[in-house]
């Protein structure tokens, strides 16, 4: 008995062993990723609006659950962390991504990655100026070059191409183009929104950029703002067939981008699956609220007005889908981060941004 018991422990402890080499192997496999580059709208906004002069500023409450303890405005649109928090957090970064238009994002601080996003912004320059300042999508690849030459100066330019193909791009743009528009968007104009991303798309690449992560358009026709214009309870059809249609297109043009451009990846985000499931599942998932801000002023789905200082915020963040008239709430970022750090094919296409960091 001592034998078979003394052989058993051994066995064990070979078995033990294995998976512990196995782990130790893969976390040496893992490839660190020196830096994260952020472009877009609100979705990736931790700040940059707070040096414009522009009604959309991410103030109080947002942010309200982000600083534990301290009433402070974290520059995001949602009560906590965005999905690119949730995804930065994942990839072992120690601190976010800072904003390009803050005095202290300089030095060596960018050597780890700039955030270029803005509240109100699109592809095309005018979208979004109803707001005031914005950021579109060509002044902040305008930004990221002179943030690109500054690394040059730094580190030398071998040092920095590397750092920069290496480094992974996060874009989140297009959804206002849709949106704000909604009421006369026609497919032509989806096409003339894809013929534009393209030249910015090269643009980037042209700048080192290598492994870019763009998120496809949420089913926009389903977020509190939508149904409150259009006083509907339900999604809002139409506008979430030009945001299909937006997809189906930014998805072939990735693919074909891909194909040409010599060492690149793009990577399709689509977070219009991911929220739709989470939408039509939404008690699977925890939730109790999913067609109502949890941030609200005005309108049946607190849709009429965006999240403002008098807003009123649900106590029960966690079982609302919408934080606000527009964006998730944390808990919903986190669905949506898990889907593109780890997803399959489904989720994100044709890999997710774990393979890409490790590509």
């Given at each position: 008995?001592?034998?078979?018991?003394?052989?058993?422990?051994?066995?064990?402890?070979?078995?033990?062993?294995?998976?512990?080499?196995?782990?130790?192997?893969?976390?040496?496999?893992?490839?660190?990723?020196?830096?994260?580059?952020?472009?877009?709208?609100?979705?990736?906004?931790?700040?940059?609006?707070?040096?414009?002069?522009?009604?959309?500023?991410?103030?109080?409450?947002?942010?309200?659950?982000?600083?534990?303890?301290?009433?402070?405005?974290?520059?995001?649109?949602?009560?906590?962390?965005?999905?690119l928090d949730i995804i930065e957090e994942e990839l072992g970064f120690t601190n976010y991504t800072?904003?390009?238009?803050?005095?202290?994002?300089?030095?060596?601080?960018?050597?780890?990655?700039?955030?270029?996003?803005?509240?109100?912004?699109?592809?095309?320059?005018?979208?979004?100026?109803?707001?005031?300042?914005?950021?579109?999508?060509?002044?902040?690849?305008?930004?990221?070059?002179?943030?690109?030459?500054?690394?040059?100066?730094?580190?030398?330019?071998?040092?920095?191409?590397?750092?920069?193909?290496?480094?992974?791009?996060?874009?989140?743009?297009?959804?206002?183009?849709?949106?704000?528009?909604?009421?006369?968007?026609?497919?032509?104009?989806?096409?003339?929104?894809?013929?534009?991303?393209?030249?910015?798309?090269?643009?980037?690449?042209?700048?080192?950029?290598?492994?870019?992560?763009?998120?496809?358009?949420?089913?926009?026709?389903?977020?509190?703002?939508?149904?409150?214009?259009?006083?509907?309870?339900?999604?809002?059809?139409?506008?979430?067939?030009?945001?299909?249609?937006?997809?189906?297109?930014l998805k072939i043009l990735l693919s074909e981008l891909t194909k040409h451009l010599a060492g690149?990846?793009?990577?399709?985000?689509?977070?219009?699956?991911?929220?739709?499931?989470?939408?039509?599942?939404?008690?699977?998932?925890?939730?109790?609220?999913?067609?109502?801000?949890?941030?609200?002023?005005?309108?049946?789905?607190?849709?009429?007005?965006?999240?403002?200082?008098?807003?009123?915020?649900?106590?029960?963040?966690?079982?609302?889908?919408f934080w606000d008239a527009y964006h998730p709430t944390e808990k919903a970022n986190f669905i949506?981060?898990?889907?593109?750090?780890?997803?399959?094919?489904?989720?994100?296409?044709?890999?997710?941004?774990?393979?890409?960091?490790?590509?």
């Amino acid at each position: 008995m001592g034998t078979i018991l003394n052989m058993s422990t051994i066995i064990s402890a070979i078995l033990y062993q294995i998976l512990v080499i196995q782990l130790l192997l893969n976390m040496c496999s893992a490839k660190e990723v020196p830096a994260i580059f952020a472009f877009g709208d609100s979705l990736y906004e931790v700040g940059n609006n707070f040096y414009l002069d522009t009604l959309a500023k991410p103030t109080l409450p947002n942010g309200i659950d982000f600083t534990k303890g301290k009433r402070r405005a974290s520059g995001r649109y949602t009560n906590a962390r965005t999905i690119l928090d949730i995804i930065e957090e994942e990839l072992g970064f120690t601190n976010y991504t800072p904003p390009y238009l803050s005095p202290q994002t300089t030095g060596d601080v960018i050597l780890k990655g700039v955030n270029y996003a803005s509240s109100g912004s699109g592809i095309f320059n005018s979208t979004g100026s109803k707001f005031g300042d914005h950021i579109c999508m060509d002044e902040p690849i305008n930004n990221f070059e002179k943030s690109r030459q500054d690394i040059v100066s730094k580190i030398g330019a071998a040092a920095a191409r590397k750092l920069l193909r290496d480094a992974l791009y996060f874009i989140a743009i297009g959804a206002n183009d849709i949106m704000l528009l909604s009421s006369n968007v026609s497919s032509s104009h989806v096409e003339n929104i894809n013929t534009k991303f393209s030249s910015t798309l090269q643009r980037v690449y042209n700048l080192d950029a290598r492994k870019i992560a763009v998120t496809s358009a949420a089913p926009l026709g389903c977020i509190p703002f939508e149904r409150d214009k259009f006083s509907i309870d339900d999604c809002v059809p139409h506008v979430n067939e030009l945001a299909k249609l937006y997809n189906v297109r930014l998805k072939i043009l990735l693919s074909e981008l891909t194909k040409h451009l010599a060492g690149s990846i793009f990577i399709y985000m689509n977070s219009y699956t991911t929220l739709e499931d989470v939408l039509q599942n939404y008690k699977s998932y925890g939730f109790m609220n999913a067609d109502s801000a949890c941030c609200r002023v005005y309108g049946k789905h607190g849709g009429k007005l965006p999240c403002i200082f008098y807003a009123r915020v649900c106590p029960n963040r966690t079982q609302y889908v919408f934080w606000d008239a527009y964006h998730p709430t944390e808990k919903a970022n986190f669905i949506l981060a898990k889907h593109a750090l780890d997803g399959s094919r489904q989720y994100i296409s044709p890999i997710n941004i774990r393979q890409l960091a490790n590509s």
